[in-house]
């Protein structure tokens, strides 16, 4: 099973927290996700990719190594994101199968592009804590009560940009 990760989930850090295991970039593979954009989420450090025909969103390209796994990723991406297929193009592999988090109807979302170096530079040294606290909380908390905390952790950080 493979992820497409066009986030925070291209940081090997945030990548442990979320799998509870080490994923170095060493096992990451580059890869786009054709007629996609990626873009600020509204209130939030994180983005989100929406339809763009003839867009690209650069990636990456992840194992993961069991059904577990996927749930802690779902979890992570919370109810505003859901897991799907979607084929993605991986220059050493060709067109693969991945698992890409998709936006429900219910995310906000915004025209501005996000950046993952942005996000890296202003936003990483808040989040990484925010983001064990959450998943500490992984099959003992719903994702509902998990999301108050989340909230309330990361607060005032969204409007400092991408």
Same mark, same amino acid.
């Given at each position: ?5 066009? =986030? ?9 927290? +979320?799998?509870?295991? %080490?994923? #170095? ?6 890869? +786009?996700? #054709? ?11 994180? #983005? ?7 867009? %690209?969103?650069? @990636? ?6 069991? $059904? &577990? ?8 991406? @919370? ?14 592999? @060709? #067109? ?7 936006? %429900? ?11 993952? $170096? ?7 040294? +808040? ?8 998943? $500490? ?11 108050? &905390?989340?909230? =309330?952790?990361? $607060? =005032?950080?969204?409007?400092?940009? &991408?």
């Amino acid at each position: 099973m493979l992820l497409f990760a066009f =986030g925070t989930l291209m940081d090997a850090e945030v990548r442990a927290l +979320v799998l509870g295991r %080490a994923s #170095p970039d060493a096992e990451a593979r580059p890869a +786009v996700l #054709p007629d996609h954009r990626r873009v600020r989420v509204a209130g939030e450090v994180y #983005p989100a990719v929406v339809p763009d025909p003839g867009g %690209a969103v650069a @990636g990456l390209l992840l194992p993961l190594r069991s $059904a &577990g796994e996927c749930e802690r990723v779902q979890y992570f991406e @919370g109810l505003h994101q859901i897991l799907r297929d979607h084929t993605v193009r991986c220059r050493r592999d @060709g #067109p693969v199968t991945a698992l890409v988090c998709t936006s %429900a109807d219910t995310l906000r979302i915004e025209a501005e592009a996000w950046s993952f $170096a942005a996000w890296r530079a202003r936003h990483k040294a +808040v989040y990484l804590p925010a983001t064990a606290a959450y998943m $500490a909380g992984f099959g003992r908390v719903g994702v509902r009560d998990a999301l108050a &905390g989340w909230a =309330g952790s990361l $607060a =005032g950080t969204a409007s400092a940009g &991408g």
